[in-house]
């Protein structure tokens, strides 16, 4: 049972455009939601986060939003860059008391072309 | 802090033998997750623990897997006796739920199983 979810496991956008990665969770216990992005041969690494209690957090190029009635969250790059290139993982927190856990979704390779 | 460190960074077995990967948590993170990655399920999640306390291993794929966590600096995750199935990277992350809202990351684990 994937609870969280991207459907897009690829994407390729030319430099200076946007990139928008989709993420899609399925429990509403979840409180916390992450972005990693992840290159060959390395651990993930931490992007962005946002919590339940906002809609909307940036930081530089990147922005993440976040619809609870959806369940979905988003991140766009603005501009993307060629080194921008690898496999974006959404990740969903529970920080509540019975309910601590962290999920990944399957992960969406970005491409950014020259 | 040097992060997670996680060992060996490569193994290859053959099959039927038993394997042990390694992961040393950061100081004071009071989570650590242990995950493989798949292309079909991306990061998936298969255990982890509180407080050196095993919480969730409905992820373990199969009794040939087991990890422990016998004290707060020091976890494995074993398979025995592992297939080539088994093949993947491991990563384990740790977290401390309550102050730090991101998990770190170790360098990963590549196995093989020939």
């Known amino acids: 049972d994937q609870q969280v979810k991207q459907n897009s496991p690829s994407l390729s956008v030319q430099e200076g455009r946007i990139s928008i990665l989709n993420c899609d969770y399925t429990?509403?216990?979840?409180?916390?939601f992450l972005w990693y992005k992840k290159y060959p041969a390395e651990g993930p690494t931490f992007l962005i986060s946002?919590?339940?209690?906002?809609d909307k957090n940036e930081d530089g190029r990147f922005t993440v939003f976040l619809n609870k009635s959806a369940k979905h969250l988003s991140l766009h790059i603005v501009p993307s860059q060629p080194g921008d290139s690898a496999v974006y993982f959404c990740?969903?927190?529970?920080?509540?008391?019975?309910?601590?856990?962290?999920?990944f979704g399957t992960g969406t390779r970005l491409l950014v072309s020259p | 802090d040097a992060g997670v460190i996680q060992s060996p960074r490569h193994e290859v077995t053959e099959m039927g033998q038993e394997v042990t990967l390694r992961c040393k948590p950061i100081?004071?993170?009071?989570?650590l997750f242990w995950y493989r990655q798949t292309m079909m399920r991306g990061l998936e999640l298969l255990i982890y623990?509180?407080?050196?306390?095993?919480?969730?291993d409905s992820g373990m794929p199969e009794d040939r897997f087991s990890a422990k966590m016998p004290n707060a600096s020091f976890s494995t995750l074993k398979i025995q006796p592992s297939e080539p199935r088994d093949s993947a990277v491991y990563f384990c992350?740790?977290?401390?739920?309550?102050?730090?809202?991101?998990?770190?990351f170790g360098q990963g684990t590549r196995l093989t199983v020939v």
């Open positions: 100081s004071g993170h009071d989570y």
């Open positions: 990740a969903a927190l529970g920080k509540n008391t019975g309910f601590q856990k962290l999920v």
């Open positions: 429990n509403s216990m979840f409180d916390y």
């Open positions: 623990f509180n407080n050196n306390v095993p919480i969730d």
């Open positions: 946002i919590s339940s209690i906002k």
């Open positions: 992350a740790s977290i401390s739920m309550g102050l730090v809202t991101e998990a770190f």
